[in-house]
Every structure is written in structure tokens, then in C-alpha cells.
């Protein structure tokens, strides 16, 4: 079983940029897929981007393309979101997730393992 730890989200203004840090404990990642999710207030949890095991495959949600990476160390024990041209809309908490077998999903059902999530808060 891996434990996750998220770190890095902050204020920034719009514009600005953040990068998100998921780090691993109790084993590496590298058995794992890996996402990034949100959830704002009063929102659903959703998905924002995952990464495949061999880092061969990346997905994101239309509104972060273009603005938004997720890549993983190769050492396998942390797993970065880089969050460039950060908008309002992009204000909520950021959880990291895995899930040992498959390949990507949107669903917050399919990843067993969770961090705690970092807030970002943009402002306008």
C-alpha cells in the first residue's frame, strides 16, 4: 500500500503559476498510475490529469490543456502537477491519487489510494 502527501498549493494571483508536488511513502509509485484530481466548494471531486505507469500516456480535462502538466520522477517517489496561467476557476484542492492496474480514468472510483490535498487559491 503507498501513502501519498500533497505539497505546494498556495495564493497566487491570476496568471501566476504553482507547482504541486505528490510525494510517496510506504512504497514508490512505480507500480502505479497515477491523477490529480479537484474539488472545489460545494463542488464534486474531479478529475484533472493522470499519467500512466511507464509515463508513456498523459490525460488532462479540457480546461487545464495547454496550462497544466503532470510528470513523475524517475525515481519514482514523486509525482509533480505544473500549473502554468492559473485562472480563478482553477481555486480548489488538489488531491493525488493511484491506482495499481488499468489504464487511465476520470473516475474518482478507481484509485484506492489518496492523499490529503493542497488548497490553491487563485485570485482574480
Known amino acids: 500500500q503507498v501513502q501519498l502527501a500533497e505539497s505546494g498549493g498556495g495564493l497566487v494571483q491570476a496568471g501566476g503559476s504553482l507547482k504541486l508536488s505528490c510525494t510517496a511513502s510506504?512504497?514508490?509509485?512505480?507500480?502505479?498510475?497515477m491523477g490529480w484530481f479537484r474539488q472545489a466548494p460545494g463542488k464534486e471531486r474531479e478529475f484533472v490529469a493522470f499519467i500512466s505507469r511507464n509515463h508513456d500516456i498523459t490525460y488532462y480535462v479540457n480546461s487545464v490543456k495547454g496550462r497544466f502538466t503532470i510528470s513523475r520522477d524517475s525515481a519514482e517517489t514523486t509525482l509533480y502537477l505544473q500549473m502554468n496561467s492559473l485562472k480563478p476557476e482553477d481555486t480548489a484542492t488538489y488531491y493525488c491519487?493511484?491506482?495499481?492496474?488499468?489504464?487511465?480514468?476520470?473516475?474518482?472510483?478507481?484509485?484506492?489510494?489518496w492523499g490529503q490535498g493542497t488548497q490553491v487559491t487563485v485570485s482574480s
Open positions: 491519487a493511484a491506482k495499481a492496474s488499468g489504464g487511465p480514468s476520470y473516475s474518482t472510483w478507481n484509485y484506492p489510494y
Open positions: 510506504g512504497r514508490t509509485f512505480s507500480s502505479y498510475a
